[in-house]
């Protein structure tokens, strides 16, 4: 899931894999399918195809309005069983879709998709990628993004397909996705219950509020799972001390600042202090986040926090800075945050502007640092006023998302979601786990069920089996896969 908030839109530019706020680096399913050199031979590459009258705006009633869009999708007929067979269904979310994911051999959807003879489809989300229903990104038009909308995408699309490709009527469909698709994932099972067998909602942060404080905590736990006490408490040492010279207007503590993170530009006010301290505190989302993809995560991290090379914590700190903004460190909330993301043209590239506006408009998902028990909840400054309010509204307009977010939590169910036949797996170091089922969670519907994998980080299931895969991983991708299989019992 795009990592959330601040952290650079516009310093994304400089320091390619450091974006918290509201941001994704790269796509979780982008990160699985070119690993290890994962790249397709020519021959496996597919070709787009069009739904070319999908409805723009669905409506309450089902009934919309009568205007069509075009929405991309892609196909895999390689291990397709023929009539009854299943269907295969990976929901993209907040990404461009990619024409590789429903041939890729590092998915575990396609190892289970040979498996059950198994037709695959990744469906586009409206608004990502080519799926664009408008001419632009104007407020006013992005009022129909929304997960009600990309649900009653899916099922629209559904209809189209199985007549197009002569599907049989009995043919049994099963759900795929990570993060938010697979929050869509779970949602698409709960909204149309005779559609789907059943849906694999990895990470799905199904439970929505504006001040997600805990994904910090989260990361503060990740640091302790890999580092100990000592990796903590430097962190919480160093990170104290680099707010007090954001804090401060001294020129010798404005001078080390420069020195030892080197903002980008001058900080002017209470945003400005929160931008570069919400990019500070990016660095470490980074590693949580991608603590199962990335060359340099939270061991890492620890590594160099727990080294005895004579730093003081605060230099610690702005050492592992420098990793991830090596020119410098955003610091104008202005620029990185209002003036990045208000630009409405088109776009089949990025993802920001419209993942943000969801996140407004839907789902929450403020990452804050001030009220977590955590590390870092020295940055005082990253609060959710200014990182999820304010933002909300000088870039969109919206005043007041609490009821827009209490609404869509009170039609999804949060946690309290009762949804048969869906299986939700996520990590015990994934910072999004916090708003995810876990062990802990009693789900309603005893027909659904967790797999909470313990010390893998985001979708780290998704991946196909690998021979290093830990005893936990492998007892994963058994409890999923046997649930696939009980979805497609006749």
């Not at 903004?325 to 990045?340: E, F, H, L, R």
């Not at 006023?385 to 009821?403: A, F, H, N």
Request: with cysteine; net charge negative.
């Amino acid at each position: 899931m795009v990592r959330v908030f601040l952290a650079a839109v516009a310093a994304a530019l400089v320091a390619i894999d450091a974006k918290p706020f509201f941001l994704n680096d790269r796509d979780i399913v982008e990160r699985i399918e070119t690993q290890d050199g994962g790249h397709l031979e020519s021959a496996q590459i597919v070709n787009e195809e069009w739904f070319e009258q999908q409805l723009l705006d669905h409506g309450r009633d089902g009934c919309g309005d009568g205007q069509v869009w075009k929405q991309r999708y892609f196909t895999n007929s390689e291990f397709y069983g023929g009539p009854g067979s299943p269907v295969f269904l990976y929901i993209n979310g907040e990404n461009v879709a990619r024409n590789t994911t429903v041939v890729s051999k590092n998915l575990f959807m396609n190892i289970l998709a040979k498996k059950h003879n198994a037709l695959i489809v990744s469906l586009e989300h409206r608004y990502y990628g080519k799926s664009q229903p408008t001419t632009d990104l104007s407020t006013s038009n992005l009022k129909y993004l929304s997960a009600d909308n990309a649900l009653a995408d899916i099922a629209t699309f559904q209809d189209y397909f199985t007549a197009n490709r002569n599907l049989s009527s009995n043919s049994p469909w099963v759900a795929f996705g990570g993060s938010y698709p697979g929050m869509l994932s779970a949602w698409t099972k709960f909204s149309y219950p005779n559609r789907f067998v059943g849906s694999v909602a990895s990470s799905a942060p199904i439970e929505l509020h504006p001040d997600y404080f805990e994904y910090m905590e989260v990361v503060g736990y990740g640091l302790k799972y890999f580092g100990g006490e000592e990796c903590v408490n430097t962190l919480s040492e160093g990170l104290k001390a680099f707010h007090a010279l954001v804090a401060s207007e001294k020129p010798e503590d404005v001078a080390q600042l420069k020195k030892l993170f080197n903002p980008c530009a001058p900080i002017k006010s209470d945003l400005d202090r929160m931008d570069i301290e919400s990019n500070v505190m990016g660095a470490y989302q980074n590693f949580a986040q991608n603590n199962d993809w990335d060359t340099y995560v939270l061991k890492d991290a620890c590594a160099d926090l727990n080294a005895k090379d004579g730093l003081t914590p605060l230099e610690k700190v702005a050492k592992i800075n420098a990793r991830s903004y090596p020119a410098c460190t955003g610091s104008s909330y202005q620029n990185d945050i209002v003036d990045a993301l208000s630009n409405p043209a088109r776009d089949t590239v990025g993802i920001m502007r419209q993942w943000i506006y969801q996140t407004c408009t839907e789902f929450g998902f403020g990452q804050t640092a001030k009220k977590s028990k955590s590390p870092f909840s020295a940055l005082e400054y990253v609060n959710v006023e200014r990182v999820y309010y304010q933002m909300c509204k000088d870039v969109y307009g919206i005043t007041d998302p609490d009821p827009l977010i209490a609404a869509k939590k009170a039609h999804f169910q949060g946690l309290d979601i009762d949804v048969e036949n869906v299986v939700f797996p996520s990590g015990t170091i994934d910072p999004w786990s916090a708003l995810a089922p876990s062990n802990s969670t009693h789900l309603k519907n005893p027909k659904s069920s967790v797999v909470y994998i313990e010390g893998t980080s985001h979708c780290r299931d998704m991946n196909a089996p690998r021979a290093t895969d830990s005893g936990h991983i492998v007892w994963a991708h058994q409890q999923i896969e046997n649930s696939v299989a009980k979805f497609l019992q006749k």
